[in-house]
């Protein structure tokens, strides 16, 4: 039982590049969330699907889409990548009442 | 909108030692509360949660605590491991949605 898988697990890109984070969960978790932590920081929630099909924006959305491709997958991406989204993003799942959110081990990402 | 504050951002103890995290928080609207371990180059790790109608659960050699009344919680580790040094957060959330994390706790176990 993988939990929550994010692709890659590092990547380095320069400024204006794009690119997509890539989560799939194995749960049947309805809900999923996409993360970022900064050094000495707590997690940052960006975006999040409470269910296939819908989208909200988090505490930090901007700079960032994100697709939920089914039940299972959800992916974050940079259209126009900047410095200050270098970070470790975190992917989680959630299935509702008493099913807390299980993370990813996350992307290290740096934008030089 | 939700803050979470936590009391130390370092806890040294010895092995074997009992251990305390604390955590205050703001929102008297959460109904759950979770404590998260994490583990350097790792994601959070789920630990323990607490719903608000408890002011006590205990786990596998930890215990946690609510105080509804001045919005604080504590996280308490048993005869403490070098395996748990780690960074700890709380997460107070509504219905499992929306986790608001501080900065964390970094607990130090020594030999």
């Known amino acids: 039982n993988a939990g929550v898988t994010q692709t890659p697990k590092f990547q380095v890109l320069k400024t204006g590049q794009s690119m997509t984070l890539q989560c799939a969960q194995d749960?049947?978790?309805?809900?999923m969330y996409w993360y970022r932590q900064d050094p000495g920081m707590g997690l940052r929630l960006i975006y999040y699907?409470?269910?296939?099909?819908?989208?909200d924006k988090g505490e930090v959305p901007n700079g960032y889409n994100v697709s939920r491709l089914n039940k299972r997958e959800f992916s974050l991406r940079l259209e126009s990548a900047a410095p200050s989204q270098t970070s470790v993003y975190f992917c989680?799942?959630?299935?509702?009442?008493?099913?807390?959110?299980?993370f990813g081990d996350g992307t290290r990402l740096s934008i030089l | 909108g939700e803050s979470v504050g936590l009391h130390l951002p370092t806890l040294s103890v010895q092995e074997g030692d009992n251990s305390i995290i604390n955590c205050a928080y703001s929102?008297?609207?959460?109904?759950?509360f979770i404590w998260y371990k994490q583990e350097s180059g790792k994601g959070p790790q789920f630990i323990i949660d607490?719903?608000?109608?408890?002011d006590k659960r205990q786990g596998q050699r930890v215990t946690v605590l609510l105080n509804k009344t001045v919005k604080h919680l504590s996280l308490q580790i048993a005869a403490t491991q070098p395996g748990d040094s780690a960074v700890y957060f709380c997460?107070?959330?509504?219905?499992?949605?929306?986790?608001?994390f501080g900065t964390g706790t970094r607990l130090l176990v020594s030999p």
């Open positions: 989680a799942s959630g299935g509702g009442s008493d099913q807390p959110q299980h």
């Open positions: 749960m049947n978790h309805n809900s």
């Open positions: 699907s409470a269910s296939e099909g819908t989208t």
């Open positions: 929102n008297s609207a959460s109904d759950y």
């Open positions: 607490i719903r608000s109608n408890m």
């Open positions: 997460a107070p959330t509504r219905g499992f949605q929306k986790l608001v």
